[in-house]
C-alpha cells in the first residue's frame, strides 16, 4: 500500500469534480471514510516508509511512523464525521474543494519528512483555510480572510526563509539529513533557522504573539468549518513543530522558552475567554487555551507527558469538533452564535451533547477529558514541574467558570424554539458522546497507543540531550 | 512640521525593528558558509540516466521532484477557484478596444502564440520552458481575444472546466501507474528515447502535457474572471 494515496485519491477527486458536480457530498463522505478505513489497515505494517521517484539524497520520503498514523487516523475521522453531517445539505463546490484540500494538507504536513515538500503541503493547507473561511461570502467573512492570508503570508515568508538557510548551509532538504548536519552549521544560522521556523509555525500552530488573529478567523468562518481548523489544520502544525524541534535536538532553554510561550498561550486565552459573550469566539479561545496547554506538556520532551498530550490532542479534536459542529445546527437554525441563543432553544439532546463537550474540556469523569488532564498532571509531578500543575489548576478554574457560565443559559429564558435533530445528526453527535465517555473510562488502549506514538515522536531527543 | 504628528511612535518602532533585523540578517547571510555540494550536483550525476532528459531543470520539475509539482498545481487550481468563487463573472467585458488595427493584430496573432505555446510544453524536456510557461502563452493568446471582441468573446465552460479536469486527473493517473508498475510515484513507465531528441524524457513530456492544459485552462479562466469582473 502507498502512502501517496492519502494524497492522490482526495486530489482525484477534487480534479474530477465536474462529473459529479450534483453529489459532492456523498462523494466526500465516501472519500473520507475510505481513507479512514485506509489509514486503520496501516496500523498493522507500522512504520512505512516510502521514497518518491528516485533514492536519498534527492528524495522526497513519507514516513506512517505510529504518531503520524494516530494522527492520519484522526483527520480522516474527523473529516468522515464533518462529511457525514453536511450529507443532508445541498452540494456545495466550494465546500468539496476546501475541506479536502485542507485534509491533503494536513496529511502530507504529518506524512513527508522533506522541508519543501512539507512548505508545498503548508501552502496548500494555508490557502484552503483562506477559502474556507471566506465562504459565507460577506464582509466579516472576507474581513476574517484577508486577515488570516496577510498573517499567513508572514508565515510562509518565515518558513521559506529557513528552507533557503537550510539548503545553502546543509545542501539537503530531506528531514533526517538535515538533522544529522544541524549542529554542523554556524551557531548564527542555527539560531536564524530556528527562530524563522518558530514564526513560521507559532503563527500556524496560533501560539501566544502570533494568535492574535485566530478568534477573528474563527468567528468569521462557518461554526462546522471552525471545527475542521481546530480537530485538524491547528494539530497538524503543533504536531510539525515539536516534531522539527525533537529532531533538530533543540536545546533545553530554547525548550524552556517553549514552555514559557505554551503556559502564557493557556492562560492569556483561556482568561480572554473568560470576557468574550460570543461563542464562536469562547470556543475559539477555548482551542488556543487547549493548544497552549498540549504545547506545555510537549515542550517538556518527555515520554509520558507527549503521550498525555497526543491523547489530549486526540479527545480535544473529538470534543471541539463536536461543539463546533452543535455550534453549527443552532446557528444555520437560530441565526446567531451569541451566547443568549444557549436561553432560547429546547433541545434535551443538544443540551446533552454541549454538557458533555464542555465536561470534557473541563477535565471533569467521567469523560475522556479526565483522563487526558490527569496523565498529564501525571506526568508534570514525575518531574517535579509543580509550577506548571498549579498553573493548569488555576487556569482550569477559570475554564470552569466560563464553560458553566454558558451551560448555564439552559436554564434562563422562557420563549424557547424547539430544535429538532435528524437521525443521522442524532447518530453523528451519540457517536461522538459516546467516543468521549468510553475513551473518559477506558482510556489504557489508546494511551497505549499513544505511549508508541510518543517514543516515535521523540525519537532520539533525549539521548542528544 | 510636528513630526510627533506625521509620524507615530509605532511606526518608528517597527522601521527601527525591521532595519536592525535587516542589518542581523545582513550580517549572518553575508557570512554564511554554504555547503560544500547541493542536490543540483547529485542531480546532473544522475538526470541522464534517470530521464535521457536534456534540460535538467525540466527533470526536477517534473521527474525528481513531481510530487512537488503535483501541489503546485493544486495550489494554483486552488487559487484560481478561490478567485472564480469570490468574482463571480458577469456578461459585459470591461477591457473592449474596438480596435480594427488590434483586431487584425490578434486574428494573426492568435494562432501563432497558440503553435508557440504547444511547442514551448511539447519542447519543455529540451529547452528552457516547459508546462506552467507554455500553458501561460496559450493563455496569453486567450487574453488578447477577450480585449480585442469584448462582449461577444467567451469561453465555453463546459470545454474549460473538462480540460482543466481531466488534465489534473491525467497528471495523477500517471502517478497512480507509476506506483502501480513499479513501486515509486511517476515510475518511467514510456521508454526514455534518446537525449536530445523530442521523444525522450519519458514520462516528462507527458506530465508537461498535462501540467500545459490545466495551466492554460486555469490561466485562461482567470483573465476572463479579471475583464469580467462583475461589480466592479
Partial sequence: MSLLLFILLPLLAIFLMPFYRAYLHYVSTVLSMALFGLALTCKAA???????????????????????????????????????????????????????????????????????????????????????????????????????????????????LSIMLIYLTIGVLDLQM????????????????LLSLFIALGIKTELFGLNFWVPDVYQASRSAVSGLFSAMLSKSYLFLLFHLAYLLHVSTSQMAFLTLVAALTFAVAEFSALKSRETKRIFAFSTLGQIGLIALALSYGDTALTEAALFLIIVHALAKLMLFLALDLLERRLGSTKSEIFARFESLFLMAVFTVGALS??????????????????????????????????????????????????????????????????????????????????????????????????????AAL | MNLKRTLRVETLLVALLVSVTTLVLMQILLNLHLAGHSLGDEILHINAASTQSANAVTSVVTYFRGLDTLGEVSILFLSIFGVALHMPRGSKNLFSYHNTLLYIGVSILFPLMLLFGVYVILHGHLSPGGG?????????????????????????????????????????????????????????????????????????????????????????????????????
Avoid at chain 1, 453531517?85 to 468539496?96: G, I
Avoid at chain 1, 538535515?178 to 533557522?193: H, K, M
Fill in chain 1, 178 to 193: 538535515i538533522a544529522q548536519r544541524f549542529n554542523l552549521i554556524d551557531e548564527q544560522v542555527q539560531y536564524l533557522i
Fill in chain 1, 361 to 462: 474540556l473541563l477535565g471533569i469523569p467521567p469523560f475522556a477529558g479526565f483522563a487526558a488532564k490527569l496523565s498529564l498532571l501525571k506526568g508534570l509531578a514525575g518531574l517535579e514541574a509543580y509550577g506548571a500543575m498549579a498553573l493548569i489548576l488555576t487556569v482550569s478554574l477559570i475554564e470552569a467558570a466560563y464553560l458553566f457560565r454558558l451551560l448555564s443559559g439552559f436554564r434562563q429564558g422562557e420563549q424557547k424554539m424547539v430544535v429538532t435533530l435528524s437521525p443521522l445528526e442524532r447518530l453523528i453527535f451519540g457517536v461522538m458522546m459516546f467516543a468521549l465517555l468510553l475513551l473518559g473510562l477506558m482510556p489504557q488502549p489508546l494511551l497505549a497507543l499513544c505511549q508508541e506514538a510518543a517514543q516515535a515522536m521523540l525519537g532520539g531527543y533525549h
Fill in chain 1, 46 to 160: 507500522l512504520p512505512l516508509v516510502e521514497r518518491v521517484a528516485v533514492d536519498l539524497p534527492l528524495a522526497i520520503t513519507f514516513e506512517l511512523s505510529s504518531v503520524s498514523w494516530l494522527l492520519v487516523t484522526l483527520f480522516t475521522l474527523s473529516m468522515s464525521l464533518f462529511s457525514l453531517y453536511h450529507l443532508r445539505f445541498s452540494s456545495n463546490k466550494a465546500l468539496f474543494v476546501g475541506t479536502n484540500m485542507l485534509l491533503v494538507g494536513v496529511i502530507g504536513l504529518v506524512l513527508s519528512r522533506d522541508i519543501f515538500n512539507i512548505y508545498i503541503f503548508f501552502e496548500i493547507s494555508s490557502i484552503s483555510a483562506y477559502l474556507l473561511t471566506s465562504l459565507n461570502q460577506d464582509a466579516k467573512a472576507y474581513g476574517g480572510a484577508i486577515r488570516y492570508m496577510i498573517i499567513g503570508a508572514f508565515a510562509s515568508l518565515f518558513f521559506l
Fill in chain 2, 132 to 232: 506552467f510557461q507554455g500553458g501561460v502563452i496559450i493563455a496569453g493568446a486567450f487574453l488578447l481575444r477577450f480585449l480585442t471582441y469584448g462582449d461577444h468573446y467567451e469561453l465555453k465552460e463546459r470545454v474549460v472546466s473538462l480540460s482543466e479536469s481531466l488534465s489534473g486527473a491525467g497528471f495523477i493517473v500517471l502517478g497512480l501507474l507509476g506506483l502501480l508498475v513499479g513501486d515509486r510515484i511517476f515510475t518511467q513507465i514510456l521508454p526514455l528515447g534518446t537525449l536530445g531528441e523530442l521523444l525522450s524524457g519519458g514520462v516528462i513530456e507527458l506530465i508537461y502535457i498535462f501540467v500545459g492544459l490545466k495551466v492554460s485552462a486555469e490561466i485562461s479562466l482567470l483573465a476572463e474572471h479579471f475583464v469580467k469582473a462583475h461589480n466592479v
